[in-house]
């Protein structure tokens, strides 16, 4: 039985933050991090635009920031919370730019600041369009000399452990669950053991697989969600699925390719078809105003006219400007035909960010006893119905931080217990055929694009649960027969993701941030 002192499900950045610093801190302490894929595979890896962090004092301010942050909200946001990851901000990064990631400098020296939409000062630090990439090769050569920590890649996290294991009943909300690690494949030899901890970071990322067009690598199936769900932590906002604006269109590209904010921050125009530029008609910041607003205008544009994508038009920018800043998308692009400094860029929402998850409190504590969550699986109060572009990164290392922090005065006292039974696998064999997990998969992605977008009614949400119930019913009677895969949990944790969706939509009663519903709002 593998036996750790801390156990991390994922390595994005913030997995990999939480590690270094824990590391950093205990070297007597053993560190796991587990991943379900390569150790570099993540959403972190392919963030484009950067990190939003005040830095310059002339333009900018924390207060501007803040405000930025609320308004991109709707009304939601945690004011505390906002204030706080935003104060801390400049510190955190000092700390990553320490442990050796790398950020474009101007000509001064200074870091480099861009914009982005919603945001009313220069204050996205970032590395060229592969901010992501950077971030992740430098956190993983960092984890990569502290001797206390294993990184296992191809590790599949299926079940946290806690009392309803090894009593084999349930628990009942309210009364103290605690977290005592979690059951994992190892997926080269598919046997499913179990990581004891004393404390258990779920920093799994986010679900965006769940709809047919997304931004998202693979593993993006919500897992962590899927797994606190069913151990009964409180799960909250999951009915904010951001929709990114400007996704390379595609009909079958998985992911798809994003086309950074950052390019309409250095002055790129929405157009349709016809050339017309369409988002003043909007919003006054035009192509500037926050994703939640350019992505509902997209998709109307694109509904009232019938198109399948819009364009963005980057042709009156200097070459020089766009080979310098976005060079990935300029190969990517021309990959695909495209030469973007003189054609346009055809472009149409997909999927992108859950700004809700796993409920913590302002140190990452989820309501379960000795369980924490920290990046886009958690649901800390900042996003609210809509999150301020780069404000992900940003969470992500100050909630590492802080759960860092709060770990520090505790795991001295966290003691594991003896009894913890082994995984049970008894009564299920091979499946015959895969097609159930292929086909539902696909079904629901459709039915979540279809009925659970940016546009939403109420006929289409109480359509949609009943026929996730459908999938739900088929898929919990294969995962108790059949010899467990990560296709089949991945399908398992991706139905109970658009179930959160869903039901958190129908229960909200009103249209707001990310998504129109129609019953209470009419459209732009
Ligand atoms: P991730 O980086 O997604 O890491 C999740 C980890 O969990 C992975 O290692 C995965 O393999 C592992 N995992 C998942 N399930 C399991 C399981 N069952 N068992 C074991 N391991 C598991 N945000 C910004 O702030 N600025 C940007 O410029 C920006 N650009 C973006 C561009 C793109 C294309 C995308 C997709 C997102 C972008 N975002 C951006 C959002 C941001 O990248 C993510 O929110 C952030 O990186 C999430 O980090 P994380 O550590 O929480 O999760
Ligand atoms: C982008 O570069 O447009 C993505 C930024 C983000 O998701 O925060």
Partial sequence: ??????????????????????????????????????????????????????????????????????????????????????????????????WGVEFDQDASGKLALSREGGHTAKRIIHYKDITGLQIEKS???????????????????????????????????????????????????????????????????????????????????????????????????????????????????????????????????????????????????????????????????????????????????????????????????????????????PVAPAAHYSCGGIEVDVNGKTSITNLYACGECSCTGLHGANRLASNSLLEAIVFAHRCYTDVEHTIASIATPANIPDWNAEGTTIPREQILITHNRKELRDLMSDYVAIVRSNERLSSAQMRLNILYQETEKLYHSAVLSPQLCELRNLIAVAYLITRQSIDRKESCGVYYNTDYAALP
């Fill in 1 to 98: 039985m593998p036996k750790t002192d801390v156990l991390i499900i994922g390595s994005g950045i913030a997995g990999l933050s939480f590690a270094i610093k824990m590391a950093k801190r205990f070297p007597d302490q053993s560190i796991t991090v587990i991943t379900k894929a390569d150790d570099g595979e993540s959403n972190t890896k392919y963030a484009q635009g950067g990190i939003a962090v005040v830095l310059d004092e002339i333009t900018d301010s924390f207060e501007k920031h803040i405000t930025d942050t609320l308004k991109a909200g709707d009304g939601l946001c945690n004011r505390e919370v906002v204030e706080f990851v935003v104060k801390e901000g400049p510190e955190r990064l000092k700390e990553i730019i320490d």
């Fill in 139 to 345: 956190l993983l050569a960092q984890v990569a000399q502290l001797p206390n920590i294993s990184l296992l890649a191809h590790h599949f996290s299926i079940d946290l452990i806690t009392e309803h294991h090894f009593k084999h009943k349930i628990s009942q909300p309210e009364t103290g669950i605690t977290c005592y690690g979690a059951y994992v494949m190892d997926q080269r030899t598919c046997m499913i053991e179990k990581y004891v901890s004393k404390v258990t970071l779920l920093a799994t990322g986010g679900c965006g697989q769940v709809y047919r067009v997304t931004t998202n690598p693979q593993i993006a199936t919500g897992d962590g969600v899927a797994m606190a769900y069913r151990a009964m932590a409180k799960v909250k906002d999951m009915e904010f699925v951001q929709f990114h604006p400007t996704a390379f269109y595609t009909l079958d590209e998985n992911p798809a390719f994003l086309i950074t904010e950052a390019i309409r921050g250095h002055g790129a125009y929405l157009r349709t078809q016809d050339g017309v530029r369409f988002m003043l008609k909007y919003d006054d910041r035009g192509e500037l105003a926050s994703r939640d607003i350019v992505a509902k205008a997209i998709d109307n544009e694109l509904i009232t006219r019938g198109d399948n994508c819009v364009y963005l038009d980057c042709t009156h920018l200097l070459k020089e400007d766009i080979l310098l800043h976005f060079p990935n998308i300029y190969e990517k692009c021309l990959s695909k035909g495209i030469d973007i400094t003189s054609q346009w860029i």
